[in-house]
């Protein structure tokens, strides 16, 4: 396990708890093997657990980003920019930008997402 990352134990639910987390965990596209849930918390599957990621804020941002592995490179992803493009889809273009609703850069809880 990475510095960054916190175990949790087997995702072992009730059929009814694992459709409500369905809906709440995604894949993430870019990232094979990670998920993102709409309370803004990154996973990475290890077996049949998932380990979080923590974000840490950018030094002159100040937006939460983690660090994933994809295609054998870590590479730094703004945790508001993948709750945007696996919950409201890719935006139509990159001048586009997500919105805090609450001006809080670290609330990247779905609900506060446009």
């Given at each position: 396990?990475?510095?960054?990352?916190?175990?949790?134990?087997?995702?072992?639910?009730s059929p009814e708890h694992s459709a409500a987390l369905a809906k709440?965990?995604?894949?993430?596209?870019?990232?094979?093997?990670?998920?993102?849930?709409?309370?803004?918390?990154?996973?990475?599957?290890?077996?049949?657990?998932?380990?979080?990621?923590?974000?840490?804020?950018?030094?002159?941002?100040?937006?939460?980003?983690?660090?994933?592995?994809?295609?054998?490179?870590?590479?730094?992803?703004?945790?508001?920019?993948?709750?945007?493009?696996?919950?409201?889809?890719?935006?139509?273009?990159?001048?586009?930008?997500?919105?805090?609703?609450?001006?809080?850069?670290?609330?990247?809880?779905?609900?506060?997402l446009a």
């Amino acid at each position: 396990m990475d510095g960054g990352e916190v175990l949790y134990g087997a995702m072992t639910t009730s059929p009814e708890h694992s459709a409500a987390l369905a809906k709440e965990i995604k894949p993430i596209p870019a990232a094979p093997s990670y998920f993102i849930s709409t309370a803004g918390r990154v996973f990475r599957a290890v077996g049949a657990s998932m380990v979080e990621v923590k974000a840490n804020a950018h030094r002159d941002t100040r937006y939460p980003r983690v660090r994933l592995r994809v295609a054998g490179a870590w590479r730094n992803f703004r945790v508001h920019r993948i709750m945007a493009a696996v919950f409201m889809g890719e935006p139509p273009s990159p001048r586009h930008e997500v919105r805090h609703l609450n001006d809080t850069k670290t609330d990247n809880r779905l609900d506060n997402l446009a």
